[in-house]
Antibody, heavy 122, light 109 residues
Framework: QMQLQESGPGLVKPSGTLSLTCAVS?????????WSWVRQPPGKGLEWIGE???????NYNPSLKSRVTMAVDKSKNQFSLKLSSVTAADTAVYYC???????????????WGQGTLVTVSS | EIVLTQSPGTLSLSPGERATLSCRAS???????FAWYQQKPGQAPRLLIY???RRATGIPDRFSGSGSGTDFTLTISRLEPEDFAVYYC??????????FGGGTKVEIK
């Protein structure tokens, strides 16, 4: 059973860079899956940030694209998120998750980390 | 960008009642890449339905999904106490690749 675990600072200063890592266990980061980040501001809905494939190919949410960088570390079986120039509006629970196509071609966004709260404040 | 609009925002029902949640897309979405999630406070979302109508592993058969094109529905046939939560629809495939609806809260009446 795959498990995802987010880690990183819980407090980031305004104008700084938010950095998170998602450790993958139970599967290889090089498997045929897209590795995603999703965030949820307190009391609000879900916002997809972007995804990365083990090859390094990425897709980002256009609303965040100019500030987002994702990377894969195959040696550590993990992937990461960097979000620059943060403001209070970036305060949220950040989830890592994975999406894949099953043998019938259906897309499943099935496995999620438990989430980590990142607060942007001075 | 495909926008998913969920309605109603809040649904107030009693245990045992039927819940019908709607998700409308701003343009046609592939059913193959359409899903529903349940989220309880303090927890990550849980996949309920994928492919618009296929139940994920371990999901009770009181949950069912239907629809195609721009209109999709999640039905909970008889609400159990553990079903009171927030539900999100999601599509994958069009720019941006993945979007979520704004959510429907199912609360106890």
């Amino acid at each position: 059973q795959m498990q995802l675990q987010e880690s990183g600072p819980g407090l980031v200063k305004p104008s700084g860079t938010l950095s998170l890592t998602c450790a993958v266990s139970g599967d290889s980061i090089s498997s045929s899956k897209w590795w995603s980040w999703v965030r949820q501001p307190p009391g609000k809905g879900l916002e997809w940030i972007g995804e990365i494939y083990h090859s390094g190919s990425t897709n980002y949410n256009p609303s965040l694209k100019s500030r987002v960088t994702m990377a894969v570390d195959k040696s550590k079986n993990q992937f990461s998120l960097k979000l620059s120039s943060v403001t209070a509006a970036d305060t949220a629970v950040y989830y890592c998750a994975t999406g894949y196509f099953d043998s019938s071609g259906y897309y499943l966004f099935h496995y999620w980390g438990q989430g980590t709260l990142v607060t942007v404040s001075s | 960008e495909i926008v998913l609009t969920q309605s109603p925002g809040t649904l107030s029902l009693s245990p045992g009642e039927r819940a019908t949640l709607s998700c409308r897309a701003s343009q046609s979405v592939s059913s193959t890449y359409f899903a529903w999630y349940q989220q309880k406070p303090g927890q990550a979302p849980r996949l309920l339905i994928y492919g618009a109508s296929r139940r994920a592993t371990g999901i009770p058969d009181r949950f069912s999904g239907s629809g195609s094109g721009t209109d999709f529905t999640l039905t909970i046939s008889r609400l159990e106490p553990e079903d009171f939560a927030v539900y999100y629809c999601q599509q994958y495939g069009s720019s941006p690749p993945l979007t979520f609806g704004g959510g429907t809260k199912v609360e106890i009446k």
